[in-house]
Each structure stands twice: as C-alpha cells, then as structure tokens.
C-alpha cells in the first residue's frame, strides 16, 4: 500500500473515530443523568429488582432485542438523510441514539456480573473495552481529538447554559415561575 493512501485512509478513519466519540460523549453527558433520574423512581426500582433476579440468558435477550430494534433504526436515518430529509433522519437518529443509550446503559449497569458470568460476553465485552482504550489513547494524542474535546466542552457549556436559563424562567421570582405567573395573567384577562 503507498504512503499517500495510508495517509488518507488514516485521516478518514481519524476524522470517523472522532465524530463517533464526540457524538456519543455528547449524548452521553444528557442521556446517563436522565436515565439516573428515572432509576430513582419506585417503579423504575422494582422493574430494576424484577430484570435483576432474571438468569443471565435472560438479561443477555434483554439487553440485545433492544438494540435489534434500534441499531436499523439509525441505518434508516441514514437513509433519509441520503434522501434529503435531514430533519426526519436526524429526529430519528436522535431518537433511536437516546433510546438505544439509555436501555443499554441502563441494562447493562443492572445486569452486568451476571452478563459477564457468560464466557463469550465476557470475551466480546473485554476486547471491546480494550479496542475502545486503545483509540482513546491514539485519539487523545492527535489535534483533532483536541479540537473535539474543545468543541464538546463548548457544547456543554452552552447546554448548561440554556438549561439554568430556562430553570431561572421556569422558576422566576420564586412564585412557581414566569412561565406559571404569565398563565395566570392570561386567565384573568377577559376575552372579549
């Protein structure tokens, strides 16, 4: 192979592996709280306990249908973006990456000693672990993953940003919030 296919080839590859990794890390830093939030909830806490006493094929079929569903769903939003519809591919790809996260994440943290009691999980999900360490330390040392972790930090601060924004609107003087005070307005004006 020559060096200026190498070359492009690792760059197309670099330029992959980063949007791949900013996109989860962002996701990630709105989904993991949120489905942290849920778990907290007595139902989310006896469905938990259920799934928990569950045999380790079981929580296998239950951790994999999922993503059997939604991994064809971002294909799909592929497609639509290949089409030209970038607002539905893009719902749909937010939609399905949110989901498929947040039950992944969620099942997985559930049923993870019993997932790793079955040899070839445990195999697949050691060498996984051990592919993904190795292109972070490869990412962390290229400009273009610095750029990224740049980016992704701004990204986060804007997010914090528009979130306090909206709590202290929601919340406003204390009072249950502008948004509740304008409602209250609105009903005591006549209408005609």
């Not at 996260?101 to 997932?115: H, N, P, S, T, V």
């Not at 306090?164 to 249950?176: A, I, N, P, T, V």
Request: glycine share 6%.
């Amino acid at each position: 192979m020559s060096q200026a296919f190498r070359r492009v080839a690792n760059t197309l590859l670099l330029a992959i592996a980063v949007c791949v990794v900013v996109v989860d890390d962002i996701f990630r830093a709105f989904v993991i709280p949120a489905v942290q939030a849920l778990a907290r909830l007595p139902v989310m806490r006896w469905l938990e306990a259920l799934i928990s006493r569950l045999p380790p094929y079981g929580i296998l079929t239950l951790f994999l249908v999922p993503l059997a569903i939604i991994e064809p769903l971002k294909v799909y939003a592929l497609y639509l973006f290949s089409l030209g519809h970038f607002a539905s591919g893009l719902l749909i790809f937010f939609i399905a990456k949110v989901v498929g996260l947040g039950l992944a994440e969620r099942l997985f943290a559930i049923g993870r000693d019993k997932l790793l009691t079955i040899g070839w999980f445990a195999w697949c999900f050691a060498k996984t672990v051990a592919i993904r360490d190795r292109v972070h330390a490869w990412l962390a040392g290229t400009w273009a993953w610095q750029q990224a972790l740049r980016f992704v930090k701004a990204a986060r601060q804007a997010a914090t940003k528009v979130a306090s924004g909206l709590s202290g609107f929601l919340k406003g003087d204390g009072r249950r919030g502008w948004l509740a005070a304008a409602r209250r307005r609105l009903r005591q004006r006549p209408i005609l």
